[in-house]
């Protein structure tokens, strides 16, 4: 007999894990305004706090991707790898599953592992660690590639690590009109707005449309080069180069007021005055 149209099955909050829930609530926990209180907060007021269910307590599709793992088993969601040299064979590979909150945690956890820091002292006493690949650009990298993919294109979020070049690509093209030119004047439009709200809400992510400006701030303030941001039609990359960092450029930019040190416009014009002997008020 007909027994009618089979019923998609929504994920519940029950299907969340409480490994994703105990990730998150350490990631809340680290904040100092509002965000703090939802560490400690019911698990239907968490996802509620967060953006990811209604006040029914119902999920949204960006909270099932964030907090859940999908009806058909767990996905890989980041590829790790780590090499010793940019060209060599990979001494560690790992898939990273669903759900995101998850492999985002892990695979910030595999590269600290394999982050080296080099300290630098102010005149002040004052000591900073300057990192081979900044923390705060490394996220922000990792973070825009699992939120701003193309969730239709069934393939992982990559991270290739290697002792100086770390390569994050995610699957698709950037959004209509961005370029690796223009994305850093270019007004953000994100493809996935909600999961990337709520990515900002954990702290995964910066504020909307300063993503990209963290990265160049954290690769300059670190005395290191510019990223590179790639695209083809398939894979969006950010490339960033560690090695020995310009320890001299480094301590100045530690020395300068927050809002200048915060300045993308300042750090950038910075960085081209290091790289060339003249230049015109014009061209900076």
């Known amino acids: ?153 069934p393939e992982p979020v990559t991270v290739d690590h290697s002792l100086t070049v770390m390569r994050i690509s995610s699957p698709g093209p950037l959004m209509t009109g961005i370029t690796p030119n223009n994305i850093i004047t270019t007004p953000s439009r994100p493809r996935n707005r909600a999961l990337a709200a709520i990515a900002r809400k954990l702290g995964m992510a910066e504020e909307l449309g300063r993503g990209v400006d963290r990265i160049y701030r954290a690769m300059i303030g670190a005395g290191r080069g510019l990223p590179r941001i790639e695209e083809d039609a398939n894979r969006v990359s950010v490339t960033l180069v560690g090695g020995a960092p310009n320890m001299q450029i480094a301590r100045f930019i530690a020395q300068l007021p927050v809002s200048e040190r915060e300045d993308t416009d300042t750090l950038l014009l910075l960085f081209h005055l290091c790289q060339h002997k003249t230049v015109t008020a014009l061209t900076l």
């Open 1 to 153: 007999f007909d027994e009618g149209p089979l019923q998609e099955v929504l994920p519940s909050l029950d299907d969340v894990p409480p490994e994703a829930i105990a990730v998150t609530r350490r990631m809340l926990a680290k904040f100092t305004d509002d965000r703090r209180l939802l560490a400690t907060a019911s698990v239907p007021d968490l996802l509620a706090g967060v953006g990811a269910c209604s006040a029914r307590g119902e999920l949204n599709l960006a909270g099932e991707l964030m907090f859940c793992v999908p009806a058909e088993g767990s996905e890989t969601a980041v590829l790790y790898q780590y090499r010793q040299t940019p060209g060599g064979e990979p001494r560690v590979v790992q898939g990273l599953t669903t759900p995101l909150v998850l492999a985002f945690a892990r695979a910030m956890e595999l590269v600290e592992a394999r982050s080296e820091a080099v300290p630098l002292t102010l005149p002040d006493g004052q000591q900073y660690a300057i990192q081979d690949f900044p923390h705060d650009a490394v996220r922000e990298a990792l973070s825009n590639a699992l939120c701003h993919r193309e969730l239709r294109i």
